[in-house]
């Protein structure tokens, strides 16, 4: 078996235990409201609070802004390329039953996930910029790409893959402008 056939029968096994969970509503609550902060309303927040914290605040800002502006110019790459259909567009999870946004071309696809990618790309930077606050940072990221899978929007692998390479992304736009 190749590695691909691996990844995507791993993804199926996955998928499979997930429809069959049913997770409490303090869990389902959180998924839902992880993944809707990732649809946009975090970064609004993050941008104001970076702007509010000064001057160094503002440069943490610009370079969250560089880092998004990287990893989302990947993204419609890739996932032009890759066009791999979501979980969710063969069966919905009966406790959920939601779907992509749809905004977007690309968001009809699957690899890499958007909401991942931009979490850890965004949320490495702060978190490289202020160690302090990235224990709880990164914890919201985790929440937004974890979120991607238990809805059925995203495959495991697809989450994993937009996590690590938006950590990459973070961290190289970080050490680039900021360090």
Known sequence: MSVIGYVVASDDRLWDRVLEWRPPRWVRAWMLGATRLGDGWLWV?????????GARGLAVLAAGVV????????????KARVR????CETTRHPGFQIGPLGWFPSDRFS????????????????????????VPVLA???????????????????????????????TAVFLALLS
């Open 111 to 134: 690899f890499p996930s958007g909401h991942a990618l931009n979490s850890f790309a965004i949320g490495s930077v702060i978190a490289l910029a202020f160690p302090l606050a990235a």
């Open 140 to 170: 919201v990221a985790a929440s937004v790409a974890a979120s991607r899978v238990v809805l059925g929007l995203h495959w495991l692998s697809d989450v994993l893959a937009g996590s690590l390479v938006g950590i990459l992304i973070g």
């Open 67 to 78: 880092s998004a502006g990287i990893a989302n110019a990947l993204l419609v790459c890739v």
């Open 84 to 87: 791999r259909p979501r979980p």
């Open 45 to 53: 927040v993050t941008a104001a609070l970076l702007l509010a914290a």
